[in-house]
């Protein structure tokens, strides 16, 4: 496989346009292919993975995948359901029909004490396709809505860096945060901890990932931090 | 500014001291504005440029969605003090001409097509001008572009070529452009070799215009490396800041 050309390192910085292959090579996320070619369309890292060249973007927006887990905000109530932002270029719907399992009557439900404007819901893309808005549930353990924590903002792409390898890099900041994190595929987060301090390292931790996502030993050197904020304040207790 | 007697010395070095195939000093810098999506500062000489980009997004008023793309929404716009003799900031006739053309060389290479129903906002802000602004426009608003997260074919850069006093010239200025012969405007993707805008003002010989594209054309080529250098200059500082 080595005698088709290939133009850049694995895991390198490209930018669009960049000629990423040329050959036998077939196009993966953030790629396009003209006449053989393999072009980047965004800024990123490359990957060459056997004949597959793809992109990890590390500047995107999130577009409904079904099956998501997604964090949004209600924006408006109407006569059958709910308009909710999902941080993606279109807004997402979710159906009266699905919150209320007894079955709807418009005139008995007040959706108004249900769920209102500006109320967060963890939820699951059910259906999307080009032609029509996303359609939302939270009608499933797990789901529902949001009553405390702390919402942060990352890029939705990085969202997979977050987690880390089966789990590693989420499943160490909470343990040392001692946080409950849910993460939205559309690169919303809730934190809740038993105190602010608390969150306010799992919020740090998360920034750290966020930002210095393309580089490499992250995990290591984000529980060194942790571990050394943590010590931080144990002096500053003690004095 | 009064009209300089010659716009070339004895040595035949320009105003500013540049030889005729000489680019002004650039300066790019990306992701400048933190309420936008993406944006891009420019600096081009005199000229400084602010380029912001939103979106894609759902399109309001709704009857401007397309139900197979996205649309490119474009706004090129002079400060009121981008100039010697304060500019009225409404739109003058100039600057909507220019918003269109400036859309019309950013859309083939943005892939409209991935994202139906949406819009993607482009707001070009000249600060300061000094000839050569929709060049100028251009190259910084693919830079918000690919900052945005927008999936672009290839980056767009703009260059100008021209001709002063016979002679042919890269990236024209204010005075030359106001008291030479004629300005090529140019506007290309150089990863996939494709020209988005090309337009002339003045008066050049068919085998003058051959030779000014060209020119343009490896202005646009020195530019848009620039261009990736500050695309990649944020990531790389971290990395470098962490293997220190």
Known sequence: MKSLPTFFESKELVTPGDLLAEGDYIAGE?????????????????????????????RAFYIPRIGDVVIG?????????????????????????????????????????????GDLVIAKVTAYDRGSNPVIKISEPGLGKISRGQLIKVTPTKIPRIIGRKGSMIS??????????????????????KTREDEQLAIMALRKVEDESHTSGLTDRIAEMIRKEKEGRRKNVQT | MSKPEKLLDKKGLRLDGRKLDELRPIKMEVGVLSNADG???????KNKVLAAVYGPKEVHPKHLALADRAILRCRYHMAP????????????????????VIREALEPAV?????????????????????????????TAALALADAGVPMRDLVVACAAGKIEGKLVLDLMDLEDKYGEADVPLAMMPGINAVTLLQMDGSLTLEEFQNAVKMAMEGCKQIYEEQKKALRARYIAIKEAINE
């Open chain 2, 39 to 45: 944006s891009a500062y420019l600096e081009q000489g």
């Open chain 1, 73 to 117: 905000m209600i924006t408006e109530v109407g006569f059958n359901g709910w308009e909710v932002d999902i941080n993606a270029p279109y807004t997402a719907i979710l159906r009266a029909s699905d919150v209320l399992e007894r079955g709807f009557r418009p005139q008995k439900n007040d959706l108004l004490s249900i769920l209102d404007i």
């Open chain 2, 81 to 100: 003090f981008s100039v010697e003799e304060r500019k009225s900031p409404a739109p003058s006739r100039r600057e909507i001409e220019l918003s269109k």
């Open chain 1, 172 to 193: 160490m900041i909470k343990r040392e945060t001692n946080c409950r994190i849910t993460l939205g595929q559309n690169g919303l987060i809730i934190i809740s901890g």
């Open chain 2, 111 to 139: 892939f409209l097509e991935y994202y139906p129903r949406t819009a993607i906002d482009v707001f070009i802000e000249i600060l300061q001008a000094d000839g050569g602004t929709r060049c100028a426009g251009i190259t």
């Open chain 1, 30 to 58: 953030n790629t396009y292919q003209e006449d053989k070619k393999i072009f980047a369309e965004r800024i990123g890292l490359v990957e060459y993975d056997n004949r597959k060249v793809r992109v990890v973007a590390l």
